[in-house]
């Protein structure tokens, strides 16, 4: 409500136009704030931004559903993907293995007993 009120109108009404109201393109948002944000933040290599685009907010944001333990289909279906297999495909790596799960239950239950 804030941001609307003091928001540079525009024909188009954006909700994040530039300050005289246009489109704001991809580029400028990555130069002018993605990258200026991850210097400000130290999150660098060699002095320079650690990520250049903003698609790695899209891979964070699936291992981030992942490790919350979301079914994969939910996953599927926030991302976008038009497959279960293409979501396989990209992040299957992160999914835990059921090997994994039975070696847990295996030691929690040599722990109880």
């Not at 530039?18 to 580029?27: A, V």
């Not at 999150?43 to 931004?49: A, E, F, R």
């Not at 944001?61 to 279906?77: F, G």
């Amino acid at each position: 409500m804030e941001w609307k009120l003091v928001c540079p109108r525009s024909e188009l009404d954006l909700v994040f136009p530039t300050n005289s109201g246009r489109i704001e393109y991809h580029t400028n948002i990555v130069r002018g704030a993605f990258l200026s944000a991850q210097i400000a933040a130290g999150i660098v290599v060699d002095g320079k931004p650690k990520y250049p685009g903003l698609h790695v907010l899209r891979h964070f944001y699936a291992s981030w559903l992942i490790d919350r333990n979301l079914p994969p289909k939910v996953i599927q279906e926030r991302l976008g993907h038009s497959s279960i297999t293409m979501t396989f495909d990209t992040y299957g790596h992160l999914f835990p293995r059921v090997e994994d799960e039975q070696e847990v239950d295996a030691a929690e239950r040599a722990l109880l007993a």
